[in-house]
């Protein structure tokens, strides 16, 4: 059932068909049939950003946060470039976006002409895939095709790139619901013969951990609750990574916090000490294991991801099931069931009892302070008067985001929004943009801190036209706090150019763009003043002033293993527990 | 110079040792771009090319092969063919190596200048050879010589001191034994 319309129709055409009720974008010479095509519809809503790395994290924070694929649209040339930084992001953590780009017309590419640049060679390296359409009759098929490749599999960011007079043609429409690719088909079921071998693994394993992450997350939720649901089954620990936070619940039992650089005491000894790793959607990724050679030492691993690369890259396992992980977990509990397993209860108590001496330690604690607002007291303060709200929150780079990862609680998924992978300073304001968008209703949270704010504080702008209340909580310690941390502990204290010198009045700043400003020093009055916070009905940028040279422990040095990390009030040198090797680390 | 990668306790010394060499056989979609995405992935992540060639194999399904001679521990070469895997107008990744015995043929033209014994000497080597007089002048041959990569190797070393002028090879093609599609 063909219909003729514009390439630039074509584009918004199929966003709807898509299902697509949101685009975050900037308009610009090379994508302007498309704005127009856009002037005259109502079905498909755009949120003009005030930069693209603006539009690419804001529609990763509306995927993240939905599921569903994000789609941004920019001009050619300094628009896509802008755009480089999200896509990569993006790809990093495995975010579903369909990036739509304007590129100059046909006749003119190669060109150098005016707002030219080569952006699917730019793109190729940070793109799950990317498409330039040289004639309006593969613009349907490729429009399709990219929803179908950004969100399947292993989701990923994929650029289209459209010259405008592909935009200006007619041609024939067409939407081809299911479409199969062919050469591109992700397996979805794992090989039933490796999960019922995971299975007697499972059964026979004494010191048992699930070590769990973002796939589980970008399954969907019904991953999420068969691992609650597996997990009930074994009495299994649980940890996760950064990325796979509220897969399973923080008030879960067997929850034991996030794993890696600055994870708990217990879930990093708990993976030291194991004999079964179950690995489900993660991707042994240097921030987990710490010294290679020293991971996990003693420990069988099964390794369950979608994408086949991902097994035996960085991390030997002894079985690697490729599918996607809501299947196979959903295997694994039917199999668990129909064969009657039972873990090991007597190996099992043990083990947990193990654990619960780890716990004891403690290893979040810190001192409080009557003075000063304590960064981890401000976190958990936030967290005890959000949590019974429906809440999503964000983050920025540095410090203040594993404090946020390690204080605030997380019991579902899809309500945690962090830049993982790549570490993109800036991501939390605009991805809170995108966010709200899709959950007007819902309270929206950026844990910021002072210099990460200001690489999208422009999005302050957004926030304010679409009359966005999206709360910024900036935990200011008037330093790059996490660069100063690695100052301390490795060059000698020497704090060069990591302090945030010049800081704008945020309390002013809040006020210029249309939003409220709160500020705040007081341990005493911090809870009334995040309560004012949360009543304001609008944006408010929060000026939480915090003690300056808190340290984020615990954390595993560079180049040291899960048992040797440092904890908060250990009293030496650390500077001396890095040796060179580790220095050379990032 | 520092060798940062070898101070770097993340890489285990066990992936730089035993480097084996490896035919890999990819068969892609013959869309544009798809070359500079395998080859971009070997330069990206740091991966060896020894030799790929690349040509049309299938014109009316717009099938091309592409095959690369790469060296690397297992580890590293199975995650060059998962990483190969991921690029999307790719239909699938052969390793030869892994796969049994297979056929590898490269081909040169070789340029040869010299006059007397050594134009003579020249000539009764590639007799030997097999190799085809492509192009000649009274004082130059164009040999032409297809075979296996050693074989050509053994051929321009004779040649060499006789008046080697220069040489083009393309890169190895290759394909498994046996009645079945690799
Ligand atoms: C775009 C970008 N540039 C640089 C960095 C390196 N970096 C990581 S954390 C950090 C400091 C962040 O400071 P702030 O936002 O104040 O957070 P804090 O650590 O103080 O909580 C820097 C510069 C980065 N992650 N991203
Ligand atoms: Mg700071």
């Known amino acids: 059932?063909?219909?003729?319309?514009?390439?630039?129709?074509?584009?918004?055409?199929?966003?709807?068909?898509?299902?697509?009720?949101?685009?975050?974008?900037?308009?610009?010479?090379?994508?302007?049939?498309?704005?127009?095509?856009?002037?005259?519809?109502?079905?498909?809503?755009?949120?003009?950003?005030?930069?693209?790395?603006?539009?690419?994290?804001?529609?990763?924070?509306?995927?993240?946060?939905?599921?569903?694929?994000?789609?941004?649209?920019?001009?050619?040339?300094?628009?896509?470039?802008?755009?480089?930084?999200?896509?990569?992001?993006?790809?990093?953590?495995?975010?579903?976006?369909?990036?739509?780009?304007?590129?100059?017309?046909?006749?003119?590419?190669?060109?150098?002409?005016?707002?030219?640049?080569?952006?699917?060679?730019?793109?190729?390296?940070?793109?799950?895939?990317?498409?330039?359409?040289?004639?309006?009759?593969?613009?349907?098929?490729?429009?399709?095709?990219?929803?179908?490749?950004?969100?399947?599999?292993?989701?990923?960011?994929?650029?289209?790139?459209?010259?405008?007079?592909?935009?200006?043609?007619?041609?024939?429409?067409?939407?081809?619901?299911n479409i199969t690719h062919k050469t591109y088909q992700p397996k979805m079921k794992g090989d039933l013969d490796k999960i019922k071998q995971a299975v007697e693994m499972m059964a026979q394993a004494k010191r048992p951990v699930f070590y769990t992450g973002g796939g589980v997350i970008n399954s969907g939720k019904p991953a999420s609750d068969t691992l609650r649901e597996l997990a009930g089954l074994t009495g299994f620990p649980v940890t996760s990574t950064l990325m796979g936070l509220g897969a399973y619940p923080a008030n879960g039992k067997q929850w034991l916090g996030m794993l890696g650089m600055h994870g708990t005491y217990e879930a990093n000894l708990t993976m030291h000490g194991s004999d079964l790793i179950i690995c489900v959607g993660a991707r042994f990724d240097d921030r987990i294991t710490g010294r290679l050679d020293a991971f996990a030492p003693d420990a069988k691993k099964i390794h369950i991801d979608i994408d086949p690369s991902s097994i035996n890259k960085n991390v030997k396992v002894d079985l690697g099931i490729i599918g996607d992980c809501g299947h196979v977990l959903e295997d694994m509990v039917r199999l668990w069931r129909s064969e009657a397993r039972k873990s090991d209860a007597a190996a099992l108590s043990e083990w947990w009892k193990q654990i619960d001496i780890w716990r004891k330690r403690?290893?979040?604690?810190?001192?409080?302070?009557?003075?000063?607002?304590?960064?981890?007291?401000?976190?958990?303060?936030?967290?005890?008067?959000?949590?019974?709200?429906?809440?999503?929150?964000?983050?920025?780079?540095?410090?203040?985001?594993?404090?946020?990862?390690q204080h605030y609680h997380f019991n579902e998924p899809n309500r945690w929004m962090t830049s993982g992978g790549l570490g993109t300073m800036g991501y939390g304001l605009p991805a809170a943009i995108g966010t709200q968008m899709a959950h007007p209703q819902s309270l929206v949270i950026d844990i910021a801190g002072e210099a990460s704010i200001l690489m999208n504080i422009q999005e302050m702008s957004t926030a304010h036209q679409y009359r966005l209340p999206v709360k910024i909580f900036i935990l200011n310690n008037e330093y790059m706090g996490m660069v100063r941390q690695w100052q301390e502990l490795l060059h000698g204290g020497r704090y060069s150019e990591s302090y945030s010198a010049s800081l704008p009045d945020f309390v002013k700043l809040a006020d210029a763009y249309g939003a409220k400003g709160i500020r705040c020093d007081d341990p005493a009055k911090l809870d009334d003043a995040i309560m004012e916070m949360i009543n304001h009905p609008g944006a408010v940028i929060f000026d939480c002033l915090v003690d300056k040279e808190e340290n984020c422990f615990p954390m595993i040095p560079s180049g040291k293993a899960h048992n040797e990390m440092i904890l908060a009030d250990v009293d030496q040198d650390i500077g001396a527990v890095i040796d060179e090797k580790g220095k050379m680390l990032v | 110079m520092t060798d940062i990668a070898s101070l770097s306790p993340y890489s285990s010394a066990t992936v730089r040792s035993n480097a084996e060499r490896h035919t890999l056989s990819v068969l892609v979609d013959n869309e544009p771009g798809v070359l500079a995405r395998v080859v971009g992935l070997f330069s990206g992540r740091g991966y060896n090319i020894e030799s790929l060639t690349v040509a049309e194999v299938a014109h009316a399904e717009h099938w091309s092969r592409i095959t690369i001679v790469t060296t690397g521990s297992p580890e590293a070469i199975e995650q060059i063919s998962h990483q190969l895997e991921r690029i999307v107008p790719i239909h699938k990744v052969t390793d030869l190596t892994l796969h049994g015995r297979s056929i590898e043929r490269d081909l040169a033209l070789i340029k040869v200048a010299g006059k007397g014994e050594n134009r003579i000497e020249a000539q009764r080597l590639a007799q030997a050879f097999n190799a085809k007089i492509v192009d000649t002048t009274l004082e130059s041959f164009i040999f032409e010589l297809s075979g296996k990569p050693e074989k050509i190797d053994d051929f321009v070393e004779l040649v060499r001191p006789l008046g080697l002028v220069e040489l083009a090879r393309t890169g190895i093609a290759a394909l498994s034994r046996g009645p079945v599609a690799s």
Request: overall charge neutral; glycine content about 8%; aromatic content about 8%.
């Open chain 1, 1 to 177: 059932m063909a219909k003729q319309m514009t390439g630039a129709e074509m584009v918004v055409q199929a966003l709807a068909d898509q299902g697509v009720d949101t685009v975050f974008g900037y308009p610009g010479g090379a994508v302007l049939p498309i704005y127009d095509a856009i002037f005259h519809q109502n079905y498909v809503k755009h949120v003009l950003v005030r930069h693209e790395q603006g539009a690419g994290h804001a529609a990763e924070g509306y995927a993240r946060s939905t599921g569903k694929v994000g789609v941004l649209l920019v001009t050619s040339g300094p628009g896509a470039t802008n755009a480089v930084t999200a896509l990569t992001d993006a790809l990093m953590d495995s975010i579903p976006l369909v990036c739509l780009t304007g590129q100059v017309p046909t006749h003119l590419i190669g060109s150098d002409a005016f707002q030219e640049c080569d952006t699917v060679g730019i793109t190729r390296h940070c793109t799950k895939h990317n498409y330039l359409v040289r004639s309006i009759e593969d613009l349907p098929r490729i429009l399709h095709e990219a929803f179908h490749v950004a969100r399947s599999g292993r989701p990923g960011p994929v650029v289209v790139d459209l010259p405008k007079d592909v935009q200006f043609a007619t041609g024939d429409y067409n939407f081809v619901k």
């Open chain 1, 362 to 405: 403690n290893s979040l604690a810190f001192r409080n302070s009557k003075n000063v607002i304590k960064p981890q007291h401000a976190v958990q303060r936030l967290y005890e008067l959000t949590k019974d709200r429906d809440t999503y929150i964000t983050t920025e780079v540095g410090q203040h985001q594993m404090w946020a990862a």
